[in-house]
């Protein structure tokens, strides 16, 4: 099993910045690939970033040259570096760790709040 605890979180003001960490225990080699997604009131969980492990990434457009998903082996830590935030960015997010290969597996972290005040 796999373990996944987010920080980071919190209130900024648009245009600023956040770092939002994913730290994981437990089986981390039957991991794949980790991202981020998102969810705001009254709307659909949505993909923010993900990173694979060949370092391969993908953004979603809304967020692409704002938001940079890193990782840290040596510390099991997924990051998710968000500048120039908008008030579009407030939402709930969410930390997720996949295994793609047989047995599929996927984990998810508690959820960070993230508000963007304009």
């Known amino acids: 099993q796999v373990q996944l605890v987010e920080s980071g979180g919190g209130l900024v003001q648009a245009g600023g910045s956040l770092r939002l960490s994913c730290a994981a225990s437990g089986s981390i080699f039957s991991i794949n690939a980790m991202g981020w997604y998102r969810q705001a009131p009254g709307k659909q969980r949505e993909l923010v970033a993900s990173i694979t492990r060949d370092s391969s990434t993908n953004y979603a457009d809304s967020v692409k040259g704002r938001f940079t998903i890193s990782r840290d082996n040596a510390k099991n830590t997924v990051y998710l570096q968000m500048n120039s935030l908008k008030a579009e960015d407030t939402a709930v997010y969410y930390c997720?760790?996949?295994?793609?290969?047989?047995?599929?597996?996927?984990?998810w972290g508690q959820g960070t709040q993230v508000t963007v005040s304009s």
């Open positions: 997720n760790a996949a295994r793609v290969a047989w047995p599929t597996r996927n984990y």
